[in-house]
């Protein structure tokens, strides 16, 4: 009886660990992605500043 129980939370400990790093890996990917839209979008917006401060200069 006592087998089994460790068996089953073995298991169970297993796929909860399984669950909780697809979890993570989801969220970090998420997190990455947001994190280098916004660095895009703030290179995009200095260098079209960066661009525009030079033509008015002209």
Known sequence: MFVIGA???????TVLAG???ISMS????KVQGALSMALMDIFMSASVSF???KMFLW
């Not at 068996?7 to 400990?13: A, E, G, H, Y």
């Not at 989801?26 to 990917?29: A, D, I, Q, T």
């Open 7 to 13: 068996l089953v939370i073995l298991s169970v400990s």
């Open 19 to 21: 669950v909780m790093g």
């Open 26 to 29: 989801v969220v970090m990917y």
């Open 51 to 53: 661009v525009e401060d």
